[in-house]
């Protein structure tokens, strides 16, 4: 059983411009949430989404956008790129039914590097 | 804002046991007390999770205090493999699907 898949692990982006970063859920998981780690730090909750529609939102801005498909794998979009975006993006997944108080599984992230 | 404070870090002997302490005074009635660590540059690993009882699973055990205020993860024979950060949180509530308020954590080391 496949846990939380995370692409591409690295990439490298200069300012200003777009970068997709993709997620794909533990098996039987519907739910999926984005985080952000900057070096040093705890992660980030950035956003969460459940039957394709974002459901909480943490505090980042509009330049953050996702998107969940029907088969529950999820995207997460960055505009305008600035050198503060380089962080680790990290997904977690989980089941919404028993929420909450589910298990919530992370994937290994991706690494982005802003120039 | 995390509503747990941590030890910012910890040493521990290989071999012996890891307590770590947790404080969440603050913690509401359905709020779940959750364990994760992370290895550097890895993404979090879920260690274990528990409401109200005390919980154990084949990595560690969670002891939450009658009053919730509080709660020890213990890694019952600790390895080098061990040393990590060790993020508790707090998460639940009302519409609370799973969001996750890290904090800084605590780094365990554990030496030879």
């Known amino acids: 059983d496949a846990g939380v898949t995370q692409s591409p692990t690295h990439l490298i982006k200069t300012r200003g411009q777009q970068v997709t970063l993709r997620c794909s859920p533990k098996?039987?998981?519907?739910?999926v949430s984005w985080y952000q780690q900057a070096l040093g730090q705890g992660p980030q909750f950035i956003f969460q989404y459940y039957e394709e529609e974002e459901r909480q939102r943490g505090n980042f801005p509009d330049r953050f956008s996702g998107h969940q498909f029907p088969n529950y794998s999820s995207e997460l979009n960055v505009n305008a790129l600035l050198l503060g975006d380089s962080a680790l993006y990290l997904c977690?997944?989980?089941?919404?039914?028993?929420?909450?108080?589910?298990?919530?599984?992370f994937g290994e992230g991706s690494w982005l590097t802003v120039v | 804002d995390a509503k747990t404070t941590q030890p910012p870090s910890m040493d521990c002997a290989e071999g012996r046991a890891a307590n770590l302490p947790c404080n969440h005074s603050?913690?509401?009635?359905?709020?779940?007390v959750y364990w994760y660590r992370q290895i550097h540059s890895q993404g979090p690993q879920y260690i274990i999770h528990g409401l109200k009882n005390n919980e154990t699973n084949e990595m560690a055990s969670l002891i939450i205090t009658e009053d919730r205020k509080s709660s020890t993860l213990i890694l019952p024979h600790a390895t080098l493999r061990d040393t990590a950060v060790y993020y508790c949180i707090v998460s639940g509530g009302s519409g609370n699907t799973g969001k996750l308020i890290f904090g800084q954590g605590t780094t365990l080391q554990v030496k030879p």
């Open positions: 977690a997944s989980s089941r919404i039914q028993g929420a909450p108080g589910n298990t919530i599984y």
């Open positions: 603050t913690i509401s009635g359905n709020e779940y």
């Open positions: 098996s039987g998981h519907d739910t």
